[in-house]
């Protein structure tokens, strides 16, 4: 059975528990990190008895399972509807593009998202966040019915982005890593081998304002889980509690213009007529958050049996 896992704050002191229904059951260890509690807490949540010590969700201060010490990569252009409403051919991504993003971003799953001052295009996007639970350092070739023994679990993160910031400038990381930008939780979700098989049934969804942006199943991922951690072993050393947001489906606030105006885009402007004239129409879309917005967003089955919660953050301004 998929245990949700919370990292709190009650009475002034930080622990770890498991949810069940509205009620957590504390654990015994204060893990110091999601790589602590991954390596040490596991074991005790499937093996120590629960007592009769609880806390109501509603009466502690959710924080986020990832902590910031741990790296927070990303896939970017992963789903084919994401593909499409950016611009491009979906058959001719021929690679899976990789970035990453500060982890001094990540904030809890009901925590206010600052908007900085200089940012007017500010977008969501609602993102499976893959948990690993063992190191690895040397090339590997993943299995899809292997994920269990590299990954301890999933969480949702949502990765706000400045797009005035990301695209003008090309710059993923500076565009997509400010304080807040990266919500993260509420549940850290542990999963075993047959719960693994399911994640292609993973639906997401979010709102702004109550009004559905992005509703999509997780298989439809272009490059899947265990793809990605075989390219990512070839490249990187990977720690337990690290996560990987794995890319988002359609829906964002930001689109590509119609061909004809991608044509004189290209071939008749500069750079830098282009991109004013791509933040300048982008003020007065509406879909781009503002101050007052509010998300929400979950990541389940359609059964239930594996449900990672939901996010809900507010926009604000510094």
């Not at 009769?52 to 959710?62: E, F, I, M, Q, W």
């Not at 927070?72 to 593909?83: A, D, P, R």
Request: aromatic share 8%.
């Amino acid at each position: 059975m998929a245990i949700k896992v919370v990292r709190y704050e009650h009475d002034k002191k930080i622990g770890w528990g498991v949810v069940h229904g509205r009620v957590i059951a504390p654990l015994s260890s204060a893990y110091s990190s999601t790589a602590d509690f991954v390596k040490n807490g596991m074991e005790e949540v499937r093996r120590a008895p629960i007592d009769g010590t609880s806390l109501l969700l509603d009466d502690v201060r959710l924080l986020s399972p990832i902590t910031e010490d741990r790296q927070l990569i990303c896939q970017g252009i992963n789903y084919e509807s994401h593909v499409r409403e950016s611009g491009m051919d979906p058959g001719k991504i021929g690679f899976n593009t990789i970035f990453t993003k500060a982890s001094s971003c990540i904030t809890s799953s009901h925590a206010d998202v600052i908007r900085p001052e200089h940012v007017r295009l500010l977008d969501y996007e609602i993102e499976l966040g893959l948990v690993l639970r063992r190191p690895i350092t040397s090339p590997q070739e993943i299995r899809q019915d292997a994920l269990h023994d590299w990954l301890a679990g999933v969480t949702i993160i949502n990765d706000v982005s400045a797009r005035d910031i990301q695209l003008p400038q090309a710059q993923f990381y500076k565009g997509k890593s400010y304080r807040t930008f990266g919500p993260t939780g509420p549940f850290f979700v542990l999963l075993d081998a047959m719960e693994w098989s399911r994640w292609s049934e993973l639906r997401m969804r979010l709102s702004v304002n109550d009004q559905p942006r992005q509703d999509a199943y997780c298989g439809d991922m272009i490059f899947k889980p265990h793809e990605t951690l075989t390219e990512l072993s070839m490249l990187q050393n990977l720690y337990p509690g690290d996560v990987i947001a794995t890319g988002t489906p359609a829906g964002c606030a930001a689109r590509a213009p119609g061909k004809l105006t991608m044509w004189i885009l290209k071939h008749l402007m500069s750079d830098q007529t282009k991109w004013r004239m791509f933040i300048k129409k982008g003020i007065s879309n509406p879909a781009y958050l503002q101050p007052g917005d509010t998300m929400r967003a979950s990541i389940r089955t359609d059964d239930g049996t594996i449900d990672l919660g939901e996010q809900c953050n507010r926009i604000v301004t510094p």
